[in-house]
């Protein structure tokens, strides 16, 4: 809390002095110090930081995982195992990788079933070329920051939603449990719940031929005993030398049966994920009190950003708010639905209503963080935006966007999609499903509910916002070597024969 109040002590003074036109930099005279006039621009940002409190760091107050420590290495070795999928050929870095930002890089995910297992982002497919995943992969970075909920859904959800927790003060629900009912197997926090999940999907992880129509511990209880090669998971690893690594990382001497359970890989792979904490970016280093961190565009993008509707701004910071830049609700934005749709029939996806039952929350999903957004392109819950461009014009006028969208078969122009045989006749109920949640968005903003002001924003504007937005990314998650400590290694991290060593289509090590 020091460094906060610190900070904010500097941009009072940043204020008095840029508003009383007098250089904050030093003393000036002969010994070569310059002083910083501020322009008003800086001025006009350093009173909305001031006045909104945002000099804080994302860290303030929480204690995460070094990646360095005994349980993140088990998670990572864990995270990059293909013996944690059904049919043994998906790992969770499969969605996931640190290098393409902390997710696939695609539109929807393809699971199980890729015809080149190692092969991510794009040329990665299955047999018919189609994603059967229905949403697109959010990023693990940052994970640790939520205190409200996982998934596009929210359907691992702390009930308290304590500041600072990440979901380990009060309880958790689950699919497992329901809606509003605490999982007393959630586990510590809302990452260790949200791992138990992906391993019950048979689009995901599981396949359907593995434990096929069993419980979702059924699932668990088989794989951590193939992990600990005991009863049914007996044998089923032709190496297998986890036993060490778990031993290794709980500092104990049980045997498999006792400490490869399910929940102890859960543990580990939410300490590996909690440690992927990436916050040092321009913006953050801008609020530290490195005025030279943003750029003039920047500088006039966080403006916007910050500026409400009827003052003529983006308004973004209603729903991007804190320093995770997400409010951690759900909300109606009609963004296109592509793909196979969540389960309600004619590849419609109604997204938060499924987890309530509240027809109320059709349509509504978690607002994303945006820190590292400029490395976690496809956009919007099923990845229909390629670029932050496309974002922006969407909040500008989201009807006008979405018809184009439709009218222009912007979904084949999309990298996972461009080759597809056939692909405009793909998901021929895709524009009526986005239409009617761009209606319920009409319905909210007409009845005031709605936190989505339409923007209007000229062209120079937009490039401004997107300015901002790429400064909210940290530089260490597009340099190999400074994320080489989330990878796994092929020998390091390897206790059977089983790691994946992702590449890219041209089989380039990623």
């Not at 909305?48 to 204690?63: C, E, F, K, M």
């Not at 995982?65 to 059904?86: A, E, R, W, Y």
């Not at 504007?461 to 790429?470: D, H, P, T, V, Y």
């Not at 400074?482 to 089983?498: F, G, K, L, Q, R």
């Amino acid at each position: 809390m020091e460094i906060a109040a610190n900070n904010k002590s500097h941009w009072a003074a940043l204020m008095l002095c840029s508003s009383a036109l007098i250089g904050c930099g030093g003393g000036g005279g002969d010994d070569g110090s310059a002083q910083t006039m501020q322009t008003a621009e800086q001025t006009e940002l350093a009173g909305i930081i001031d006045s909104l409190g945002l000099a804080v760091s994302p860290l303030s107050g929480r204690t995460v995982p070094n990646i360095n420590d005994p349980l993140p290495q088990l998670g990572k070795k864990l995270f990059f195992s293909k013996s944690l999928s059904g049919d043994q050929d998906v790992a969770c870095a499969s969605c996931h990788h640190p290098m393409l930002g902390g997710a696939d890089g695609l539109s929807l995910p393809v699971g199980v079933n890729a015809i080149q297992p190692e092969v991510m982002g794009e040329g990665r497919v299955d047999a018919d070329n189609l994603p059967d995943v229905p949403r697109n992969s959010p990023t693990i970075f940052n994970v640790a920051l939520w205190d409200t909920s996982l998934f596009w859904d929210s359907r691992v959800e702390s009930l308290g939603k304590e500041a600072g927790q990440n979901g380990s003060v009060s309880g958790i629900s689950t699919p497992d449990s329901g809606f509003g009912v605490a999982d007393s197997n959630a586990g510590n926090n809302l990452v260790m719940a949200q791992a138990r999940f992906p391993v019950t999907s048979d689009e995901e992880m599981k396949d359907t031929t593995f434990e096929s129509g069993e419980t979702n511990d059924s699932i668990r209880d088989h794989l951590a005993a193939r992990i600990g090669d005991y009863g049914e998971g007996s044998g089923e690893l032709a190496t297998n030398e986890w036993l060490t690594a778990f031993q290794t990382a709980f500092n104990s001497s049980d045997g498999a049966a006792t400490l490869i359970t399910f929940d102890n890989i859960a543990l580990a792979l939410s300490e590996y994920q909690r440690s992927m904490v990436f916050v040092n970016s321009p913006w953050q280093n801008y609020l530290d009190g490195d005025t030279s961190a943003l750029s003039d565009d920047a500088i006039e993008g966080a403006i916007l950003f910050y500026t409400s509707t009827d003052d003529d701004g983006g308004g973004c910071v209603n729903c991007h708010s804190g320093s995770l830049f997400s409010d951690g609700q759900q909300h109606t934005i009609g963004f296109p639905q592509i793909g196979p749709g969540k389960g309600v029939g004619n590849d419609d996806d109604f997204g938060r209503e499924s987890i309530t039952g509240d027809s109320d929350d059709r349509y509504r999903y978690r607002t994303p963080s945006l820190l590292n957004i400029a490395v976690t392109a496809p956009y919007g819950h099923a990845g229909a935006y390629a670029d932050l461009n496309d974002v922006l014009r969407h909040y500008n006028n989201p009807r006008n966007t979405v018809d184009d969208f439709f009218d222009d078969d912007e979904l084949c122009d999309l990298p996972q999609f461009e080759n597809v045989s056939g692909c405009t006749s793909l998901y021929p109920d895709s524009r009526q499903n986005s239409f009617r949640a761009l209606n319920k968005l009409d319905d909210e903003q007409d009845d005031g509910t709605s936190l989505f002001g339409n923007i209007n924003i000229n062209g120079n504007e937009r490039n401004q916002l997107e300015a901002f937005l790429n400064a909210l990314t940290d530089p260490c998650v597009t340099d190999r070597d400074c994320m080489s400590s989330w990878i796994a290694d092929e020998v390091a991290d390897n206790p059977d024969d089983n790691v994946l060593i992702a590449t890219d289509q041209f089989g380039s090590p990623l």
